[in-house]
């Protein structure tokens, strides 16, 4: 399990730089395997970081981001329908609103229940972890802005010019 964990999650970290969400440094890939060495360090150096927790506490606090994302999910599916109703997206569910808050209602109060009997160990970990996330992103908007460190902006780039030209990206 740890190893497919850490395959995943090195070459997330890769896709991420080759479409310019992280610096270009996680692309980096060793010269004889072509393995993003970098991006399994960064891997590796999560999962160390979290080792401490018993696997309870780590299955917990998997499940509670991913109820947080979710709901993340279900609320910017519900803002957009509702401020943007004629936007042209790929999909379309064929329900007004009200329709689509109830259809979200019943698993969103799984997720907040996975949510709300979560311990304090793990809400500190999420706490932690939403906060670092937020940093971090701070920080690669920074480090982009200010040319800091050096970004693969090409498929960033045209993602941005498809949307201003009307394009569904």
Known sequence: MFEAQMSSGAF??????DLGLL???FARRAARTGTPWVA???STAVTIAV???????VVATANFLYSLG??????????????QPELKRPYRVPLPLPALA????????FL???????GWRVFAVAVGLTSLGVGWHGAMRVCRAKKLLRFNNAVVAADYREA??????
């Not at 997330?12 to 730089?17: D, E, P, R």
């Open 12 to 17: 997330q970290l890769l896709g991420m730089a």
């Open 23 to 25: 610096p270009a440094l």
């Open 40 to 42: 399994i360090v960064a």
């Open 51 to 57: 080792s401490f927790l018993g696997f309870d506490d």
């Open 70 to 83: 979710t709901l993340l999910e279900f609320a910017s599916f519900l803002w957009l329908r509702a401020k």
């Open 102 to 109: 109830a259809m979200c209602a019943v698993p969103s109060a």
């Open 112 to 118: 907040a229940y996975v949510c709300v009997v979560a």
């Open 164 to 169: 201003d030209a009307g394009e569904t990206v």
